[in-house]
């Protein structure tokens, strides 16, 4: 049987016409708006070293807050499934991308590092194991043509139940 298809639209709005358009690489801004009905609207711009808006998000950001969170969505659904309670989850996720001589570029290397805290009668070995799997179902993972690793930490909380 044939996989499902998904299909995902998002509109952009440029916003960074400051009334001469793109007359010149330094007269209009970066700034654009994406959209999806029914959301908030991100407000994104260019990374600044790209003449970008330093308070808005990045294309660039943007793309290491998907690996993270689509990486985040399966260990959780993967925990359930195993038994493994989770009780917190954060990531401090990074990249890298490298500029070539064209001006162009391409990201080499992203990081994962997510800090999963479990209940206490949780399987902590288990819970590190599924890192592997949660990666290797990930589907924007599956999908960039650079590495993405995962340096996770387990962190057993004290003993009491999940709904304390």
Same mark, same amino acid.
């Given at each position: 049987?044939?996989?499902?298809?998904?299909?995902?639209?998002?509109?952009?709005?440029?916003? #960074? &016409?400051?009334?001469?358009?793109?007359?010149?690489?330094?007269?209009?801004s970066? *700034?654009?708006?994406?959209?999806?009905? #029914?959301? %908030?609207?991100?407000?994104?711009?260019? *990374? %600044?070293? !790209?003449? #970008?808006d330093v308070?808005?998000? &990045?294309?660039?950001?943007?793309?290491?807050? $998907?690996?993270?969170?689509?990486?985040?969505?399966?260990?959780?659904?993967?925990?359930?499934?195993?038994?493994?309670?989770?009780?917190?989850?954060?990531?401090? @996720?990074?990249? +890298?991308?490298?500029?070539?001589?064209?001006? #162009?570029?391409? !990201?080499?290397?992203?990081?994962?590092? %997510?800090?999963?805290?479990?209940? @206490?009668?949780?399987?902590?070995?288990?819970?590190?194991?599924l890192?592997? *799997?949660?990666? @290797?179902?990930?589907?924007?993972?599956?999908?960039? &043509? !650079? *590495?993405?690793?995962? +340096?996770?930490?387990?962190?057993?909380?004290? %003993?009491?139940?999940?709904? $304390?």
């Amino acid at each position: 049987m044939a996989g499902r298809i998904h299909r995902y639209s998002v509109r952009l709005e440029w916003t #960074g &016409n400051r009334g001469e358009g793109t007359a010149s690489y330094r007269s209009y801004s970066r *700034d654009h708006r994406l959209s999806v009905p #029914g959301k %908030p609207a991100i407000e994104a711009s260019a *990374d %600044p070293a !790209f003449r #970008g808006d330093v308070a808005r998000w &990045n294309p660039e950001e943007m793309l290491i807050a $998907s690996l993270s969170a689509c990486h985040q969505l399966w260990y959780l659904h993967l925990a359930a499934e195993a038994g493994v309670v989770v009780m917190a989850y954060e990531d401090a @996720a990074e990249g +890298e991308m490298r500029e070539s001589e064209d001006g #162009g570029g391409a !990201f080499e290397r992203v990081v994962l590092r %997510p800090r999963v805290t479990i209940w @206490a009668k949780s399987d902590a070995a288990k819970a590190q194991a599924l890192h592997h *799997d949660a990666h @290797a179902r990930c589907f924007i993972a599956r999908s960039v &043509n !650079f *590495d993405v690793a995962c +340096e996770a930490e387990i962190v057993v909380a004290a %003993p009491q139940s999940p709904s $304390s």
